[in-house]
């Protein structure tokens, strides 16, 4: 089956800081890749996805691009903000069939005014 | 409108209770999730449900029962829990799986066990 590997955190950063989380995944054929933010005390939300080599999947400032080279699918933000402090998962489906999703470990940012 | 509901949002139970969590999604998708999170871990599949028949069991604990009446409605019964089974239980529904896997969450049912 597939794999997604997530930088763990936590990352603490300063208001308007640039960020980055990493994630690597492993998987047959190529799969669409998914980022999901969960803010404290909720449900997860979509954040962003790709569904192709080269995709660049955006939404609120954040950007990942569908990089098929590096299998790497790393989510950036430019100027972060203290309302961004969550959980933040990268997931791919767990195989071809796209039965589920599996996802990294989560990494935790928290953003100081 | 992509919104997945889920009630109750919080729920307290003995071992020896029975009660159901209750999961709705209206935006036609016909796969279905449940998907169990423990605190500060990511979410780990139970069930799936493909155009309302069980496709997939993740090996979990009959004292978890799902059921799906309609391709809108999925619940989770539960009987008999262990206090190791609190956790947040969120929803999940994708127009299917395979080609459009996207999937939409609720917010979640927080369980604790006594």
Redesign the interface.
């Known amino acids: 089956g597939n794999s997604v590997t997530q930088m763990e955190g936590p990352v603490t950063l300063s208001e308007e800081a640039f960020l980055t989380i990493n994630c690597t995944y492993t998987a047959t054929g190529y799969?669409?890749l998914?980022w999901?933010v969960q803010y404290p005390g909720?449900?997860?939300?979509?954040l962003l996805?790709a569904t192709k080599a080269d995709d660049k999947g955006s939404n609120k400032g954040f950007e990942a691009t569908y990089r098929k080279e590096t299998t790497s699918f790393h989510l950036e933000k430019g100027s972060v903000q203290v309302s961004d402090s969550a959980v933040y998962?990268c997931a791919i489906?767990?195989n071809q069939?796209?039965?589920?999703?599996?996802?990294?470990?989560?990494t935790t940012l928290s953003v100081s005014s | 409108d992509t919104e997945v509901t889920q009630t109750p949002k919080h729920l307290v139970m003995g071992m020896t209770n029975k009660k159901s969590l209750k999961c709705e999604q209206h935006m036609g998708h016909r796969a279905m999730y449940w998907y169990k999170q423990k605190a500060k871990k990511p979410p780990e599949l139970m069930f799936v449900y493909s155009y309302e028949k069980l496709s997939i069991n993740e090996s979990v604990p009959s004292r978890f029962s799902p059921e799906c009446p309609n391709s809108s409605l999925l619940n989770l019964h539960l009987h008999a829990l262990q206090p190791e089974d609190s956790a947040l239980y969120l929803c999940a529904s994708s127009q299917d799986h395979g080609v459009l896997p996207t999937q939409y969450f609720g917010p979640g049912t927080r369980l604790t066990v006594l």
């Open positions: 799969p669409s998914f999901y909720e449900g997860l939300q979509l996805k998962f489906p767990a069939a796209g039965t589920a999703l599996i996802f990294g470990k989560g």
